[in-house]
């Protein structure tokens, strides 16, 4: 079964033109993924980059930032006396271990500079990190804010 993503990303604003190289295995997969999904590989890309600038956007501006860090580390990193020094934006936090590493989740709220140090902090220790943003439900609190 098809699912289509026929929906035009970007408002339907002007357009910008670019290439862009691919390996050819990568951009094999993308073309069949289009297929699978019903859409072009310009509306996949499109949706990637739209994917990864939303998770990093707070490298991009300074704004009110709500989300989920992803972590995936060794054990004994040293993740704990980081995650208490970051109190002030980390509301939440769940630690499993898993395969002889460690997975962390963090629920972050706060200004989008103590995300991006309290990130650059956690690769620094040889984590794997992902900021999720988490958008307000339309109309509820701070539905014009957080990344």
């Known amino acids: 079964m ?5 929906r035009a990303a970007g408002g339907g604003g002007p357009r910008r033109r670019f290439g862009v190289s691919l390996p050819a295995e990568l951009a094999e997969k993308l073309d069949r993924l289009a297929e699978l999904l019903g859409s072009t590989r310009s509306m996949l890309v499109e949706k ?7 998770e990093h956007l707070h490298y991009l501006e300074p704004h009110r930032c709500t989300g989920l860090l992803v972590l995936r580390g060794p054990r004994d990193a040293g993740l704990s006396g980081v995650v208490e ?10 630690h499993y271990h898993l395969g002889g590493g460690c997975v962390e989740l963090l629920l972050v709220e706060g200004p989008s ?35």
């Open 48 to 54: 990637a980059v739209e994917a990864l600038v939303s």
């Open 2 to 6: 098809a699912v289509s993503l026929a």
């Open 85 to 94: 020094r970051f109190r002030d934006v980390v509301v939440g936090s769940l």
């Open 113 to 147: 500079e103590r995300v991006v140090e309290l990130q650059r902090e956690l690769v620094g220790l040889g984590c794997g990190a992902r900021f999720i943003p988490l958008h307000p439900a339309a109309g509820g609190e701070g539905a014009a804010g957080g990344d």
